[in-house]
């Protein structure tokens, strides 16, 4: 039989492949064809339609029963804490098994309906400790690393990356990736530039408003030393790391970073805060350079100098970089991920999730009163 999956996002397909992630989107839901068929079911679609190998299913939320049953739904997988979680955690098809996949760290992106949840995923041991809060089944609470591909994320050759020595003419560059929000701690990654000689330059890459940013740059006198970049295509990291001479990652928040794991990687000289090293096994003085103080723009300056000019620590940073890396290879995560998926199929099977018809019920009557007193309380 046709094994079918249905996952809730929350974002679109669309804004995936707005944000450069076209060329994963297949594996990353549906890791080596695990599945038959993968359905997204959301509400904002208007039509029916595929991308990726995925069916993108318009579907409003009191549709959302039906069509679990119509599909023949296996599994469905929400991703993320917030929308998605309640829209799976709150429509649950009897016997149907609801995995819920925690990627921030954040406790306001958690809502409380991922207790309704079977399974959850979480991207490391701090989202766990988060997700402990709400979610009583400890033992269902499954740590799962964002995964890279080793094939595209690695250090390239000079020849590959020629047009952005061009692009940004300067002999230090600073990369960050990321969206441009207060989290990701641009701010004082401009002000740590400041700090540096004109010979520094910073490229900010990632979506949102980098208006506050630019604003920043201009009262500091180095907006001709940063550049804001919007999202580039996943394929096109690996030249910007290879070619940048450190990447700094001075997040405020964060659950685990995938710009962290893709720069060991590309074996890139890497410094994050604390915070962004979490989940992606970086120690300081070994594959990278931490700070606990990323808002402090002096130390960020002297750590970036550092970084850039310390021969000796920039090449034993860079081999330990892509060893470090392998352990978050896509073949060992998507083999952990269908190991994953198989215990909660043999768990289905033996009924494990087939709970009283009176439980089911008197759930369904707690879940319309929740939602019915939130609509009246707004």
């Not at 060329?23 to 890791?31: L, V």
């Not at 995923?121 to 400790?129: D, K, P, T």
């Not at 890279?148 to 990736?177: C, H, N, R, V, W």
């Not at 701690?185 to 408003?209: F, H, M, R, S, W």
């Amino acid at each position: 039989m046709a094994r079918n999956l249905a996952i809730f996002l929350s974002d679109t397909v669309e804004d995936y492949v707005r944000n450069g992630l076209s060329s994963i989107i297949h594996d990353y839901f549906n890791p080596k064809n695990f599945f038959d068929n993968v359905y997204v079911l959301s509400s904002s679609e208007k039509s029916a339609y595929q991308m990726e190998g995925l069916n993108i299913i318009p579907t409003q939320p009191e549709e959302i029963v039906n069509r679990l049953k119509e599909l023949k739904i296996d599994i469905v997988r929400a991703y993320s804490g917030k929308g998605a979680c309640e829209l799976a955690c709150s429509h649950k098809v009897r016997g149907v098994p609801v995995i819920v996949s925690i990627h921030d760290s954040r406790k306001d992106w958690l809502r409380s309906s991922i207790k309704r949840a079977d399974c959850v995923f979480v991207v490391s041991e701090s989202v766990q400790e988060l997700v402990e809060e709400l979610f009583s089944k400890k033992d269902m609470i499954w740590v799962l690393p964002n995964r890279i591909d080793l094939s595209i994320m690695k250090t390239l050759p000079a020849e590959s990356y020629g047009d952005l020595e061009k692009e940004f003419p300067f002999k230090y560059k600073i990369l960050q990736i990321g969206r441009k929000s207060r989290e990701k701690n641009i701010e004082t990654l401009i002000k740590a530039i400041a700090q540096l000689p004109d010979e520094y330059c910073l490229i900010a890459v990632g979506d949102g408003d980098s208006s506050y940013l630019q604003k920043l740059a201009r009262e500091l006198s180095v907006e001709k030393r940063c550049f804001f970049r919007n999202a580039i295509a996943h394929t096109e990291i690996s030249r910007y790391m290879s070619f940048s001479d450190c990447v700094c990652q001075p997040s405020l928040t964060e659950a685990m970073s995938f710009a962290a794991i893709e720069s060991l990687a590309c074996g890139a000289v890497i410094i994050a805060s604390s915070m962004a090293a979490r989940g992606a096994d970086i120690i300081d003085n070994y594959n990278g350079l931490l700070t606990d103080e990323p808002q402090d723009e002096q130390k960020l300056a002297i750590l970036i100098e550092q970084a850039c000019t310390d021969t000796e620590l920039r090449t034993r940073l860079k081999v330990n970089a892509v060893q470090s890396a392998q352990k978050f290879s896509k073949d060992i995560i998507d083999a952990l991920e269908i190991s994953y998926y198989e215990k909660i199929l043999a768990m289905r099977d033996s009924g494990a999730f087939d709970i009283p018809l009176i439980s089911h019920l008197r759930e369904k009557v707690q879940i319309w009163f929740e939602t019915h007193l939130h609509k009246d309380n707004k």
